[in-house]
């Protein structure tokens, strides 16, 4: 059984950075997909960085260049660097991972979801 737990989140000013990190533990240790969602208040649930077994990185638009996705096997840990943060980053952040089946991983169904961490970018 998969699980997830995030940590790390918080407040920090416009332009600031922050990394929240996901401890992750009973994911297969080949073909599985891992990602950062978030849902800011009154919006959808937003994919924004994945991550896969072989290294595949996808990021959304609205957060390339500026959100780095990690994962260490060693410290089962997926992390997600967020630099240049902007008011509109504002948001709960949850780390999800599922096994690998086919396609992409930004197209999978997640089943295995961490309770995740509120993120607020405010001056």
């Known amino acids: 059984q998969i699980q997830l737990s995030e940590s790390g989140g918080g407040s920090v000013q416009p332009g600031g950075s922050l990394t929240i990190s996901c401890a992750v533990s009973?994911?297969?240790?080949?073909?599985?997909?891992m990602g950062w969602f978030r849902q800011a208040p009154d919006k959808e649930r937003e994919g924004v960085a994945y991550?896969?077994?072989?290294?595949?990185?996808n990021y959304a638009d609205s957060v390339k260049g500026r959100l780095t996705i990690s994962l260490d096997t060693a410290k089962n840990t997926m992390s997600l660097q967020m630099n240049s943060l902007k008011p509109e980053d504002t948001a709960i952040y949850y780390c999800?991972?599922?096994?690998?089946?086919?396609?992409?991983?930004?197209?999978?169904?997640?089943?295995?979801w961490g309770q995740g961490t509120r993120v607020t970018v405010s001056s």
């Open positions: 009973g994911y297969p240790k080949h073909m599985y997909c």
């Open positions: 999800a991972a599922e096994p690998r089946v086919r396609g992409a991983c930004y197209a999978a169904v997640y089943n295995n």
């Open positions: 991550i896969d077994d072989y290294g595949t990185l």
